[in-house]
């Protein structure tokens, strides 16, 4: 039975903001680009360079703010402008070409915001010629000054350009990351950039020297591969070029490193370009597409009904459930992508149609998730979506019938029984309440759009979920598939209590990719640091109620499964141990009653030090640091005698004068035990100064003399005026003097003299002189 393709409104701009000027821009200039947001709520317009009013205009769907810029002439107007793929907030970035970049954002505030200003080519000279958005990067091609990066004479001076890469991901609320800038391509002609979701397009354009104009490049960032392709020879090499290992191409020395493609070829004569996910189109002037796939392999796709006559660039190409549209003037043709047959042919009432792309996955909304994958169109006229209707005749199972066949193989996955469970075993046992509750909801007490709204997130999750995994089993991408799988989860089990199952997935998930699942903490928990060595979150306190919380009271975890706290604990000792320290610090200033760190239980310090393992088989240098950093009493003297062991003289002293006079009682032990090693050897002497200031304020001088009577050695033999040879000097008058006249700094002692020359030491004036000596 043959398919009907379907033209369907789904909307007429109305629901807009500032609708009327948004359909005025569509109507009168046909070379405005239009871009739509990931999430499909926002529409973004602009009149390029050359056109005759400049022009910025950003609406959005409902709720939301828009955003208008105009350019006066004379005034620099931007290259290009994108939406950024980053779920927290709307956000776009405008590139000039003289290399300015301005990022702005929505929903940080009032309106939308400049979140951040800079500079593409920061040593001035260069010109940005071409620009894209790449899952998180910021790829453009800039033609350099001559002498730049060495004499260019002819024909070298067809390549004075260069291909630049920088990260672009947010970070915080209102702010923004950028990467450095890394060369992938030197010495390279002027080349166009196109970007699907996995892969970039380096297309030759009308400026492009005609002795390379038949090559084009496709760079795969998540394979760290680029693609060198003749489409018309069928030839493709395959390179490594990865910037995270400092990959970089000469573009001369590439080609000529590849036998064959620097023979005389006629430049490729494309009319149109339009990356999809499958590959990238091309449209020729005799109304031929194709398609050049990833690995870079040509097919044929079909023949258009009419040639392109529209100048360069004017058609519109996409893809959709295996078809092929494409809008020339006021028509539209649809081609099967597998055979190039014709399927069929519309004449529209407007010759000014643009092609959006589909949302990002898992950010659709209600209208993106009922009309299922399909093509959108943006006129004047409204918003269409190109799809096909379901064949006559064919009943569809009910709402209610897939909940239960679909709860059906869910539990039977999870029973242990051998027993075939059925739907209507489902249907009519009362064990099952989740799918009956699911079915009657969709039975008609709630209609389907209140339905699609209170399960947005979970179908955005599941629909972005079960696209990743199809590209794991493809095999496509498959480093950045895992880290994205697993940072997807770990965010998802925080949202979740962390008991029984959720808390084996996240260990499960921490043992097979740390580094991705640490990342995913790292955000829900918005740990930054500060600059001195320590960590500041802005997370909400039930974040946190729900890493610190699980405390464990048995030495070995049940089946080897971490409470949160600890697991992540485990996972900064193998990746970052330097940063445990200040993560406890922070995590013990969190904690409410009841979360592990303010409430009963193992202080979080002791529940660190557990991860390392056994005392004495622990880091000795980490867990000093825990020790100290912790603040508690007991925890800084252990380290304090750990420290004066490894005759770690300054470390213990910072230690003590680190507590403050909040800690009086563990400040005078630090003092005692620090007084003892004084007394018995002379290796503390040069640190008097800081010992004076560890001593109590409230000691007195008698009680010094009688804690160091108990601290000095037992005498060996008859006291000596001299030490012996190698023998350690004892303590002087002198070296005590410091310590005495700081226990009586507050005066004269009150009590009675306990010695007749303890006044001396409290005698301000100078002594006398010497007498004269005979010679």
Request: glycine share 10%.
């Amino acid at each position: 039975m043959k398919r009907a393709g379907t033209l369907r409104l789904l909307s007429d701009l109305s629901a807009f903001g500032g609708a009327a000027r948004l359909r005025e821009l569509l109507a009168g200039d046909p070379a405005v680009r239009v871009r739509g947001s990931p999430d499909g709520r926002h529409l973004l317009l602009l009149r390029p360079p050359g056109a005759v009013a400049p022009q910025l205009l950003v609406a959005a769907r409902g709720p939301g703010a828009e955003l208008e810029r105009t350019w006066p002439a004379g005034q620099p107007s931007p290259l290009d402008a994108f939406f950024l793929p980053w779920p927290a907030r709307p956000a776009l970035v405008l590139v000039w070409e003289s290399g300015l970049a301005e990022v702005w954002g929505a929903g940080v505030g009032p309106g939308w915001r400049l979140l951040q200003s800079t500079e593409l080519c920061p040593g001035g000279g260069a010109r940005v010629v071409a620009v894209v958005a790449l899952r998180g990067r910021l790829v453009w091609c800039e033609e350099r000054q001559a002498g730049s990066e060495g004499p260019l004479g002819p024909p070298a001076t067809a390549f004075s350009h260069c291909v630049c890469v920088r990260t672009l991901e947010p970070s915080g609320e209102a702010s923004t990351s950028l990467g450095r800038t890394h060369v992938l391509l030197h010495h390279c002609p002027a080349f166009g950039l196109l970007a699907s979701c996995r892969h970039l397009f380096l297309v030759p354009t009308a400026t492009t020297w005609h002795g390379v104009a038949h090559v084009l490049l496709i760079w795969s960032p998540g394979k760290g591969k680029v693609m060198v392709a003749v489409p018309r020879l069928g030839l493709s090499y395959s390179k490594s070029l990865n910037p995270g290992r400092g990959d970089t191409w000469d573009f001369r020395t590439l080609l000529r490193g590849l036998p064959g493609l620097l023979s005389p070829r006629e430049p490729l004569a494309v009319h149109t370009w339009a990356p999809t996910p499958h590959g990238l189109l091309l449209l020729d002037f005799g109304g031929t597409v194709s398609l050049v796939q990833s690995h870079g392999g040509t097919r044929a796709v079909g023949i258009l009904q009419e040639a392109p006559v529209g100048p360069r660039g004017s058609a519109t190409l996409g893809t959709f459930q295996g078809t092929l549209a494409c809008v020339l003037g006021s028509t539209l043709e649809l081609l099967d992508m597998g055979s190039g047959q014709l399927l069929e042919r519309k004449v529209l009432s407007t010759d000014r149609v643009h092609l959006l792309e589909p949302p990002a996955p898992g950010m659709e909304d209600e209208e993106e998730l009922e009309t299922g994958g399909s093509l959108r169109l943006l006129s004047a006229l409204g918003l269409f979506c190109v799809g096909w209707e379901a064949p006559q005749g064919v009943e569809l199972p009910s709402a209610k019938d897939l909940v239960f066949e679909e709860a059906c193989g869910y539990y039977q996955r999870r029973s242990l029984r051998g027993a075939q469970l059925t739907p209507e075993e489902l249907r009519h046992s009362s064990t099952f309440r989740a799918p009956q509750a699911l079915a009657s909801i969709l039975q008609g007490h709630l209609p389907p759009s209140t339905l699609l709204t209170m399960l947005r997130t979970e179908l955005r999750d599941y629909r972005g979920l079960e696209q990743l995994k199809a590209q794991l089993v493809a095999g496509d991408d498959e480093e950045a598939g895992w880290t994205e799988l697993a940072e997807q989860e770990v965010a998802r089990l925080l949202r979740t209590e962390l008991i029984g199952d959720q808390l084996a997935q996240l260990n499960t998930v921490f043992q097979a990719l740390p580094t991705a699942a640490w990342g995913a903490t790292l955000r829900a928990l918005q740990l930054q640091p500060d600059g001195n060595g320590k960590l500041r979150s802005q997370a909400p306190p039930d974040v946190w109620k729900k890493v610190l919380g699980g405390i464990t009271t048995v030495k070995e975890p049940p089946n080897g499964i971490l409470p949160p706290f600890e697991l992540l604990c485990q996972c900064l000792c193998q990746l970052e141990p330097r940063w445990l320290p200040p993560f406890v610090e922070l995590a013990q200033q969190q904690g409410g009653p009841g979360w592990g760190a303010g409430g009963p239980g193992l202080p979080l310090y002791r529940r660190a030090l557990a991860v390392l393992g056994e005392e004495g088989t622990r880091p000795e240098a980490l867990e000093l640091e825990l020790l100290l950093s912790s603040g508690r009493p007991k925890a800084v003297l252990q380290a304090v005698r750990q420290l004066v062991q490894k005759e770690q003289w300054d470390r213990a002293l910072d230690a003590g004068l680190a507590l403050g006079p909040s800690s009086p009682l563990v400040r005078s032990e630090i003092f005692k035990l620090l007084l003892a090693e004084f007394a018995q050897h002379r290796r503390l002497d040069a640190h008097l100064p800081l010992l004076c200031r560890l001593c109590p304020p409230e000691l007195a001088p008698a009680e010094l003399l009688l804690l160091l009577r108990t601290y000095l050695p037992d005498e060996v033999g008859p006291p000596t005026p001299f030490p012996e040879p190698g023998a350690e000097p004892p303590l002087t008058v002198g070296l005590l003097k410091a310590l005495l006249e700081q226990t009586g700094a507050q005066g004269w002692p009150s009590g009675p003299v306990l010695s007749p020359y303890e006044d001396i030491l409290w005698d301000p004036s100078t002594p006398p002189p010497t007498p004269p000596r005979d010679l």
